[in-house]
């Protein structure tokens, strides 16, 4: 089973101010998924394939990596934005998801 | 609009079965794959597995494997996952979610837990 480890767990951060989210996995993946999920609701799809942005996903998330190191970022935070970021690892099974980032705002 | 309603849930006594229903609507039910996952009081996040459009495959996490079964109902749009035996630690919200470039909607879950 891959694992995927996320960090930091909790984070602040101000508006405008750059965030980055970083997933390590436990052996090789294609590629890496994000989901957000606010308090009370399901999760959504946020990044998919490493870099691409789901849907309504404002350009100023993004992602990247290879192999077992991958990257979320937020060019400049907003509130709206405050939520728990899950990666999540679709290339071997079982697959398997990260232990969440909460980000709140500052 | 894409809607996937999850239903079954409950309080269940450990060593009991339970039976989950995810009715979709919104898109063609029969031509999308469809997972399960599940989420701890602890906001640990778990794949359960998944089933192929037709009902043919499945794929399960090995360790939930000989507890739970999913299948489907193309004619009544539905998926299901069957518990059996259940135990505390299967205590969560269960979402249904289709798989798509990646799990693209998800229900709103369902709560299960598990106490004697």
């Known amino acids: 089973e891959i694992v995927l480890t996320q960090s930091p767990t909790t984070m602040a951060a101000s508006p405008g101010e750059k965030v980055t989210i970083t997933c390590r996995a436990s052996?090789?993946?294609?590629?890496m998924y994000w989901y957000q999920q606010k308090s009370g609701a399901s999760p959504k799809p946020w990044i998919y394939?490493?870099?691409k942005l789901a849907s309504g996903v404002p350009d100023r998330f993004s992602g990247s990596g290879s192999g077992t190191s991958y990257s979320f970022t937020i060019s400049s935070m907003e509130t709206e934005d405050a939520a728990t970021y899950y990666c999540?690892?679709?290339?071997?099974?079982?697959?398997?998801f990260g232990s969440g980032t909460k980000l709140e705002i500052k | 609009e894409v809607q996937l309603v999850e239903s079954g849930g409950g309080l269940v006594q450990p060593g009991a079965s339970l039976k989950l229903s995810c009715v979709a609507s919104?898109?063609?039910?029969?031509?999308?794959?469809m997972s399960w996952v599940r989420q701890t009081p602890g906001k640990t996040m778990e794949w359960i597995g998944d089933?192929?459009?037709?009902?043919?495959?499945?794929n399960y996490a090995p360790s939930l494997k000989n507890r739970f079964t999913i299948s489907r109902d193309n004619a009544k749009s539905t998926l299901y996952l069957q518990m059996s035996n259940v135990r505390s630690e299967d205590t969560a919200t269960y979402y249904c979610?289709?798989?798509?470039?990646?799990?693209?909607?998800w229900g709103q879950g369902v709560m299960v837990t598990v106490s004697s």
């Open positions: 979610t289709r798989v798509m470039y990646t799990l693209d909607y």
């Open positions: 919104g898109f063609t039910f029969s031509d999308y794959w």
């Open positions: 089933i192929k459009y037709d009902g043919s495959y499945t």
């Open positions: 052996s090789s993946v294609s590629y």
């Open positions: 394939e490493t870099s």
């Open positions: 999540h690892q679709w290339s071997s099974t079982p697959f398997t």
